[in-house]
């Protein structure tokens, strides 16, 4: 399906493994031009940029800005401008995770996933706005979480940066509604993405049960479906937000969970 996206321009954070790699992947798919952002091996990313760029003949960049300094954060979308001289679309990916409980929780681990998961989100935002405002036209997608919506223990920092992702988006939908630009959260439940499959192995050998028991009664207990959700199924929902498709869709969280949280 042509999503009419070709020569188009997207950030996603977090985007060098993973949700955000495959949120890049039906992206480039449909020939927009892509930015890449995230953590890794230099020769890594790099192979993972060209690899990108030569399947689906579009032009691929990386930016190395560190999602806790708003000063990188703008400098990335600075950047992307002055490459491209347009951004259609920016996905606010990044994310990281700590589990503990709330009265032992360090508070260095708190500040920084709300840095990650939640002021990046707003950072980024303030930044791509003016340009997209300019064009008339722009689409935000930021990637919260069922965990958004619902919670559980030992999660306190996550699930309350993943709640205030899904406030953000609607009061800055809210704001451009009439400009041609939409703020839409996506809300997946598990992604078999390679950090849930080493949780998968290590969950396995710390409890003495089968990968298959971890998963159906530990990892995907919440979810009806009992299966996982996959990149290509939330590559699917981005494309309908960023396209004219999606156009009245605004300040929606849309949740991809498998039934998780229709209970």
Not at 130 to 137: N, Q
Request: glycine residues 10%.
């Amino acid at each position: 399906m042509d999503y009419g996206l070709r020569g188009q321009v997207a950030i996603i954070t977090g985007s060098t493994s993973g949700i955000g790699l495959g949120l890049a992947e039906a992206l480039a798919q449909q020939g927009v031009n892509i930015v890449l952002n995230g953590l890794g091996d230099r020769d890594a990313i790099e192979a993972t940029r060209a690899g990108l760029s030569a399947r689906n003949g579009v032009e691929v960049l990386y930016h190395d800005a560190d999602m806790t300094q708003p000063h990188r954060i703008a400098d990335l979308v600075s950047s992307t401008r002055n490459a491209f001289g347009r951004l259609d679309i920016l996905v606010n990916n990044a994310g990281i995770q700590h589990v503990a409980p709330v009265d032992e929780f360090p508070v260095e681990q708190w500040d920084r996933i709300i840095a990650i998961n939640l002021t990046s989100t707003f950072h980024a935002t303030k930044a791509a706005l003016p340009p997209m405002k300019a064009a008339g036209r722009g689409r935000v997608v930021n990637i919260a979480s069922a965990h958004g919506l619902v919670a559980s223990p030992f999660k306190s920092a996550y699930v309350a940066a993943k709640h205030g992702v899904i406030g953000f988006t609607k009061s800055a939908a809210l704001e451009v509604a009439q400009q041609g630009v939409t703020v839409n959260a996506i809300c997946p439940g598990y992604v078999k993405t390679p950090l849930v499959e080493a949780q998968i192995t290590d969950q396995a050998r710390a409890r003495g049960i089968s990968e298959e028991a971890v998963m159906r009664d530990v990892i995907l207990a919440a979810q009806p479906t009992k299966q996982f959700v996959t990149v290509e199924q939330l590559g699917g929902l981005l494309l309908y937000l960023v396209s004219d498709a999606g156009a009245s869709v605004n300040g929606a969280a849309l949740t991809v969970d498998g039934g998780w949280t229709a209970a």
